[in-house]
């Protein structure tokens, strides 16, 4: 991208900044929300080359979605249902599969986020084929980096092949999944690792008293 089109996307920015400012009024100030809003440019502008036209979109619902856990874990906002959080390196398949699996399985009946240590630059396509078979769509979802608010907001943290570097705090619920990583590997495989995560799912919510919606 040349100057123009930085600072063009830097003001789109700056515009989805005071959508939040509105959305959260009476909850954090500007000072609170910039800063989130900065930090997700930061965090996203490297790891999202090939989307720039998307770009603002994508900062706006990364910095809402570290705003909103961290309201929740403030206090200022109340948690309706149990929130879950998926980690893998990439944030670009097996956490992304759960994420989507356990909001449709539990009827959003349950909060739902993921995150990468290391977040990749778009989902794998093979993964997003996997899902658009059980009529499940992707398309809007994008990797996003593990933050220390989406820890601390979350009951339960699962992950899945991120090793150490999911920040522990005292009194949450860890829990390991063992799950082969999709990546490179051909759709028959995807679909065999989608089923595998979905049964963990099913178990998962029949663990957190939530009734179970089949994935199709």
């Not at 991208?1 to 003001?11: G, Q, T």
């Not at 759960?98 to 909001?103: E, G, K, S």
């Not at 999911?166 to 999944?177: A, I, L, N, S, T």
Request: glycine share 6%.
């Amino acid at each position: 991208m040349n100057d123009a089109e930085v600072a063009e996307l830097r003001a789109q920015v700056t515009r989805e900044s005071y959508r939040l400012q509105d959305e959260f009024s009476g909850i954090f100030s500007a000072e609170t929300i910039e800063p989130h809003v900065s930090e997700s440019w930061e965090a996203l502008q490297g790891s999202q080359p090939s989307v720039p036209t998307f770009l603002p979109l994508f900062v706006r619902r990364f910095a809402r979605e570290r705003l909103m856990a961290l309201a929740q874990v403030e206090g200022k906002m109340t948690k309706e249902h149990p929130e879950v959080l998926f980690v893998c390196v990439h944030n670009a398949g097996r956490s992304q599969m759960a994420a989507v699996l356990t909001a449709h399985m539990s009827a959003g009946r349950v909060s739902v986020r993921s995150a990468g240590s290391a977040p990749a630059s778009e989902i794998n396509p093979r993964v997003v084929e996997a899902m658009q078979e059980l009529g499940l769509d992707l398309a809007e979802e994008f990797p996003k980096p593990l933050t220390d608010d989406f820890v601390m907001a979350a009951d339960v943290v699962i992950t899945m092949g991120c090793g150490d570097a999911c920040p522990v705090y005292p009194g949450k619920r860890y829990v390991d999944w063992q799950v082969e990583d999709p990546a490179g590997k051909p759709i028959e495989d995807v679909r065999r690792i989608r089923d595998d995560i979905a049964s963990r799912v099913t178990q998962l919510l029949e663990n957190l008293g939530i009734e179970t919606a089949a994935a199709r």
